[in-house]
Structure formats: C-alpha cells, structure tokens
C-alpha cells in the first residue's frame, strides 16, 4: 500500500510532497513528521527506501506507507493531554511521532504480538531520547511497550482519548475495539479495506467516516490455554508523574520559553529556511525557415535569450553544487547549551537533560 505520493531524497523532501498532495494538513502533524526520521526506524542496507510513499517489511518488522500515517495522525485529531493506544505499535515510529503531541502530560501505550518488534522498538526510542535534537524541541510523552495480542486486553483496562490500530480488523472484533474508546473519543482502524474513524458520540452511540481505500494484514487471531481460555494481557499503567519529574519537565519549558523569548527580541527567526530547490528552465527556441529548392524547411535555432537562460541555469547548478560541497555546521540546541551554562552540579545537568549523550 502506498505510493501516492513522489520519493523523496530525504525526510523533510518527502513531508513536503506529503504536505503537497494534502496527506498532511496540520502544522501540529508536520512538525512531528519532520522531526523523527523515518530512515532511522529502518534496518541497515534498507534505508534507500525511507522516504518512498510504500510500506516496508522485514521478518516481523513492519511500517506502514508515509501517506497511511498521514491520514491516521490528521485523523486522530491530537491534541496535548490525551490518552492514546497503539494497537500493533510496531517499531514505535508512530507512537514516537504521537509523543511529540501529547506532551509530557499525556499517555502513550502501545501493545505488539511480537517480542523481538518491541524490542526493536525500545532501541529506536532510546536511540530518539539520546541522539535526536528533535527531544530538545519539544515536550514528549514517552511511549510504554507491551507484549501481547491487542484481542486479549484484559477487561478491566482502562479506556482512552485516542486509539489506533494498524492491522485489518474483522467486523465480529469492530465492538470489543469500540469498548476500549473513552466518550469523545476516536477510533482510527482498517475495516473492511476502507481506513475508518469512528467517533464514540455517547455510552452507546457512534458515527464513522471512511478515510482512505486500504490493504492491511488481518489481526491474529489469540491463541486458547490448555483451559480453553485466551491469557489476558495487562496494558501499561497510568503512573502519576513525581515531584522530581515534574520539577523537571518546568524547568526545561521554562527554560525553552526563555530562549524563545531571547531569539524573538533579537530578531532571529526560529524556523529552519526553507529548502533551497533547483531551478530549471525549459529551453525556448525560434523557428526559422530556408529556401531548399522550392520548399520552405523549418529550422530551430537558438536565441540569444536561450543562451543567456543556459547559462544562468548552469551557474545557479554551479553554485547549488559548491553549496552542497560546503560542511554544514551541526544545528545548535539552545536548551542544551543553556541547561550547561548553568551554575548546577553536574549530576543535575545531566538529569535535566536526561543523560543525553549531545
């Protein structure tokens, strides 16, 4: 599923084509998009393929093509503070995005089939929390991973905000999904090859739009005990943040509003420029005509205006290319620098930071 939208060199060129053909919509959505990388969630030797609109399969490791998450991030309607579940979380590429959203004040759980997936999932978010300036930019909701089949939630769960699934659900499953869903709620999941949102408008009413024509795999079905009966599985819990933590989480914003404020009153502009893109210039030419015996021949020939288009073309390619040639310095993360400079012992620096290792 997929290819809806034209390959991309990079991230940031392929949430431009998204942005284009209005798979995404929302500033909140773009943002998220373009700071997790979506070739960092791919394995070594595939990541060629990141940023072409098509899923990607590897053993269990599976994602879903960037014009699916598209419309299920715009679909979900985010908002910061809410609850959501991940139903089949996969690499946790989605829940990470999801995170940057919902802030440090929401909750974020995910449940997988497979163990070796969430595994990999948690070496992708501690790779994101130690590595990504893109954790400096915002405030996260980290996400919980379990293993376990999303039809054998245990009954007494509690319900959320927001739920996903990424696996085809069949119509018998489609009320036990529902159940899970707070009033107010939405429910993004694959449905009889159409991506649905479905809206718990009241205890016991519903409203659902088609989305999108999809082809997803089918949920696995839960295998029986020896009793006959499925083993129910415990979703993570919804811990209250301590004081130490939240301590934490005012200092940075605090900090981060400063540095907001600062850059404002100096005039510095703090969006990254745009892209800078090729120029290209179709190549004009004048017909004239010659006598050959007693036939007029047509004959193109170039103008001098032609020339002069050339070769402003090709000095822009040359200044393009010696541009690209040029290192480019590393981004500087202001919070950082600015929890660093602080009179604190170094303990405190580091916890304010959370260990980042840049």
């Known amino acids: 599923m997929g290819g809806a939208v034209s390959a991309g060199e990079d991230n940031d060129d392929l949430i431009d084509n998204l942005k284009e053909a209005q798979y995404i919509r929302t500033e909140s ?12 969630y791919y394995l070594e030797g595939y990541r060629d393929n990141a940023y072409k609109d098509l899923a990607w399969k590897h053993g269990n490791i599976h994602l879903s093509a960037p014009c699916i998450y598209s419309e ?24 990470t995005m999801v995170g940057l959203i919902l802030g440090p004040f929401g909750i974020n759980h995910g449940i997988e089939l497979h163990s070796d ?54 119509k018998d499953h489609e009320n036990y999904m529902k159940i899970l869903l707070k009033v107010g709620g939405i429910l993004v999941m694959p449905i009889e090859d159409q991506l649905t949102q479905i809206l718990r408008t009241g205890q016991n ?34 811990a ?40 290209r210039c179709r190549r004009r030419r004048i017909n004239t005509y ?28 040359d200044k393009d290319h010696s541009e690209a040639l040029k290192p480019e310095e590393p981004p500087r993360n202001l919070l950082r620098e600015k929890i660093m400079s602080l009179p604190l012992p170094e303990s405190l620096k580091a916890y304010l930071t959370y260990y980042r290792e840049k």
């Open 240 to 279: 209250v943040r301590n004081l130490q933590d939240l301590a934490r989480i005012y200092i940075r914003r605090t900090l981060r509003n400063f540095i907001n404020e600062e850059m404002k009153a100096k005039g510095i502009a703090q969006k990254a420029p745009p892209k800078r893109k090729r120029r």
């Open 29 to 40: 959505v773009e943002q998220a998009f373009r700071a997790i990388d979506r070739g960092d």
């Open 72 to 95: 299920v991030m715009e679909a979900l309607k985010l908002q910061p503070g809410l609850s959501f579940l991940n139903l089949g979380s996969g690499t946790g590429y989605l829940s």
């Open 290 to 317: 010659v006598f050959v015996g007693n036939q007029l021949i047509p004959q193109p020939l170039d103008s001098e205006e032609d020339e002069r288009m050339e070769d402003d073309n090709k000095e822009e390619e």
């Open 205 to 238: 009413t519903w409203e659902s739009k088609n989305i999108l024509a999809v082809s997803f795999a089918p949920l696995v079905q839960p295998n029986r005990n020896d009793n006959g009966k499925h083993d129910a599985v415990g979703l993570p819990p919804c």
């Open 117 to 170: 997936v969430v595994e990999y999932a948690k070496e992708k978010l501690e790779s994101f929390i130690k590595y990504s300036d893109s954790f400096d930019k915002f405030e996260f909701c980290e996400p919980a991973f379990v293993v376990g089949n999303c039809l054998e939630i245990a009954s007494d769960s509690h319900q959320y905000d927001r739920i996903y699934c990424g696996a085809g659900v069949q």
